[in-house]
């Protein structure tokens, strides 16, 4: 038996993680999607044991497969409605957290606007905890997903070059993939108009590029990222119209890539914003449904992994 080198309690994000302990997880992962993919998708390992989602935003991809993932293992799932909960009369995180805490749950998802309040909450609680997205800091099984994906298609992740394109100013998405890709070994391009480019960014290990056909050269891979209005205050583009024109992934851009690049969202979409829909839709060179698949998979592994000290301890 490989022995497990994951020796974390939470999930938190990627920034900290070593590359053994991302090929660890994306091994895992591979097994789960195998499971996935049969007729009976159920098993026992999780048995007995109970996982709130705690969602603060809105999901559909994240809280989803996060409930899959936990009945797949076998394990209770309650899907908290943050909009009927207590939170509503007042009651703060830290008292959620405590409250749930006192029900002896065994790992609790939590998605939250603001970066930080899941590592808070973590600190409150005795079960594992994964963050399933905090503001714009870390999304980091949304990059583990994107890892696995990339690396069933191409074989590897080292060596590769990846281009991730739109509001990087706002996108927890392209902090957790930028630590993971360089822990890894790729080489990774930022893609966006001025005003959407973090300042500093280039200190995470990235080359930045303001123009899209540059941006795209020779890369491997094309990773297009949502215009994330609901973190914006003021205006970050002209129009989107403009936005389209000059940042929006069409065909004719596109072939600045390799010719074998793959095209990924992490989804939602804005079809005709940051993406047209025709290349969204390419099945030969769009593994966005397949993304989701992944998502399943990296989160059946995730909960194995993070539940494993208490359940060795039994
Ligand atoms: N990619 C992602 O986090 O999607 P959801 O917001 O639907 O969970």
């Given amino acids: 038996m490989t022995t497990n080198p994951f020796t974390h ?10 590359p053994s302990e991302i090929g660890f ?6 097994g789960y999607v195998d499971q996935n993919r049969r007729a009976d998708k159920k098993q026992s390992t999780l048995r007995g ?7 603060f935003e809105n999901s559909t991809r994240t809280r989803t497969s996060f409930e899959l993932a936990g009945k797949r293992l076998g394990a209770d799932v309650i899907n908290m409605q943050v909009s009927t909960s207590s939170v509503t009369k007042g009651e703060t995180l830290i008292d959620t957290a405590v409250t749930l805490n006192a029900m002896h749950l065994d790992a609790l998802v939590v998605r939250h606007p603001d970066s930080g309040a899941v590592k808070l909450l973590s600190e409150k609680v005795n079960c594992a905890v ?15 997903l994107d890892a696995l994906t990339i690396r069933r298609r ?3 992740l080292s060596g590769l070059t990846v281009a991730i394109c739109g509001d990087v100013l706002h996108s927890r998405v392209a902090r957790s993939n930028i630590h993971l890709l360089n822990i890894m070994g790729a080489r990774v391009r930022v893609v966006a108009p ?23 050269a020779d890369c491997d891979i094309v990773m297009m990222l949502r215009l994330q209005n609901e973190r914006m ?3 970050f583009i002209p129009s989107i119209r403009e936005y389209f024109h000059f940042f929006g992934l069409d065909y004719a851009k596109l072939a600045q890539a390799r010719p074998d690049a793959l095209i990924m969202h992490p989804g939602p979409m804005n079809r005709g914003f940051e993406i047209d829909s025709d290349v969204a839709d390419d099945v030969e060179r769009s593994v966005i449904r397949e993304q989701v698949e992944m998502g399943v998979a990296v989160r059946m592994a995730v909960l194995d992994i993070l539940t494993r000290p208490d359940r060795e301890a039994v």
């Fill in 9 to 18: 309690r939470h999930l938190l994000g990627i920034q900290g993680l070593s």
């Fill in 25 to 30: 997880l994306l091994d895992l992962s591979n």
């Fill in 49 to 55: 044991r109970t996982l709130i989602n705690l969602f």
């Fill in 130 to 144: 994964i963050n399933g997205g905090d503001g714009c800091h870390e999304h980091p099984t949304q990059a583990l």
């Fill in 154 to 156: 191409k074989g590897r």
């Fill in 194 to 216: 001025k005003t959407l480019v973090p300042a500093g960014i280039e200190r995470l290990g990235v080359e930045v590029f303001f123009d899209m056909r540059a941006g795209l």
């Fill in 233 to 235: 205050s003021g205006n």
